[in-house]
């Protein structure tokens, strides 16, 4: 198993441009998860969703969209990029049931300049 | 909203010297869960706490999670230049939508002199 793969690793965006960051994860999870990592803050959750066809906001959704049509995948969609945006961004995923922890991709760096 | 806050921010030992990062949830946790991300890493999970008062080990390191429900700590007993990364607390509550859903602490971001 490949686990949660991400694409790309690192992008650079000018303000107002827009981008969808890719997430696939083959472990048939049914949970999944997009977070932003900003220095010292932690981890922030954006979006989840439960689901196909399933998503709901987490603390900080302004500025992102999702979707979920199938198992395997979750992109995030940035419309009208901001420098506020820039972070490391970590997709993830877990089994609802057992210790529901969760498995991260390897994230995106992306800088909004 | 719930907030899951974790002290200290940063922790400098050397080698060889025991390490606590503690974690405070303003509700009370259904679980927390421990991850540790290496220097330009992803988090990687290492244990969930569910009970009252439960202690959990491995090798070095213990966790505990509070009578409460609302603290908990992790503690490296003789750290190792391996131990070096943050360390995450994240608390999970139950019921509903917020099923699966963890709230991160800022993390302790622990450096290892040799």
């Known amino acids: 198993n490949a686990g949660v793969t991400q694409t790309p690793k690192f992008r650079i965006l000018k303000i107002g441009q827009s981008m969808t960051l890719q997430c696939t994860q083959d472990?048939?999870?049914?949970?999944m998860y997009w977070y932003r990592q900003d220095p010292g803050m932690g981890l922030k959750l954006i979006y989840y969703s439960v689901g196909a066809g399933i998503t709901d906001k987490g603390e900080v959704p302004n500025g992102y969209n999702v979707s979920r049509s199938t198992t395997e995948d979750f992109p995030l969609r940035l419309e009208l990029a901001a420098p506020s945006q820039t972070s490391v961004y970590f997709c993830?995923?877990?089994?609802?049931?057992?210790?529901?922890?969760?498995?991260f991709g390897p994230g995106t760096r992306l800088t909004v300049t | 909203g719930q907030q899951v806050m974790q002290i200290p921010q940063y922790q400098h030992v050397q080698e060889g010297e025991d390490f606590t990062t503690y974690c405070n949830s303003s509700?009370?946790?259904?679980?927390i869960q421990w991850y540790k991300q290496r220097p330009g890493g992803h988090p990687v999970f290492l244990i969930q706490l569910v009970k009252s008062g439960e202690v959990k080990k491995q090798k070095r390191l213990t966790f505990q999670f509070g009578e409460a429900k609302k603290n908990s700590s992790l503690h490296i007993t003789a750290t190792q230049t391996t131990d070096v990364g943050t360390y995450f607390c994240a608390g999970g509550r139950a019921g509903g939508t917020s099923y699966g859903k963890l709230t991160f602490g800022q993390g302790t971001i622990l450096t290892v002199h040799p």
């Open positions: 472990m048939n999870h049914n949970y």
């Open positions: 993830a995923s877990s089994l609802l049931q057992g210790t529901y922890e969760q498995y």
């Open positions: 509700t009370t946790l259904s679980n």
